[in-house]
C-alpha cells in the first residue's frame, strides 16, 4: 500500500523547536523531492520547504528561512522537517507531499504532488 505516514507535531511554547517526520511505504523517496505544505487556519495552504532527490532545499516561505530546516534519510525512506525557534504564526496543519517518481526537483505548488501525508498539527502557544 503506497502511503506516507507522518509523525511529530503537537504543542510548543514560541521559541521550541520541533520536528516532523514523513516515513514512506510502497514506494522509495530517493528518486523524487519531497515537499512540506502547511495550511493555518482561515488560510490557503501555503509550501514550506522542499528537498530535491540530492538533497538540496528550497524555501517557499520566507518566514521560515533561517529557522526550519528540511533532510532526507533515504535508508529510513523518511523526510523530516526540522521547526526551531518556533512562533505563533507557524501554528497550521502540515502536510508531507511527494510527487511522481521521477520528478527529482522541488515545486512549491500543490498540484505537482500526488501522494500526501495524513497532516499533523503544529500548535505554537504559550
Known amino acids: 500500500q503506497v502511503q506516507l505516514v507522518q509523525s511529530g507535531g503537537g504543542l510548543v511554547q514560541p521559541g521550541g523547536s520541533m520536528r516532523l517526520s514523513c516515513a514512506a511505504s510502497?514506494?522509495?523517496?530517493?528518486?523524487?523531492?519531497v515537499g512540506w505544505f502547511r495550511q493555518a487556519p482561515g488560510k490557503e495552504r501555503e509550501g514550506v520547504l522542499c528537498?530535491?532527490?540530492?538533497?538540496?532545499?528550497?524555501y517557499y516561505t520566507d518566514s521560515v528561512a533561517g529557522r526550519f530546516t528540511i533532510s532526507r534519510d533515504n535508508a529510513k525512506n523518511t523526510v523530516y522537517l526540522q521547526m526551531n525557534s518556533l512562533k505563533l504564526e507557524d501554528t497550521a496543519i502540515y502536510y508531507c507531499?511527494?510527487?511522481?517518481?521521477?520528478?527529482?526537483?522541488?515545486?512549491?505548488?500543490?498540484?505537482?504532488?500526488?501522494?500526501w501525508g495524513e497532516g499533523t498539527q503544529v500548535t505554537v502557544d504559550a
Open positions: 510502497g514506494f522509495t523517496l530517493d528518486d523524487r523531492a
Open positions: 507531499a511527494v510527487p511522481h517518481r521521477g520528478y527529482y526537483y522541488c515545486s512549491g505548488y500543490g498540484h505537482h504532488y500526488h501522494w
Open positions: 528537498i530535491s532527490s540530492k538533497g538540496e532545499s528550497t
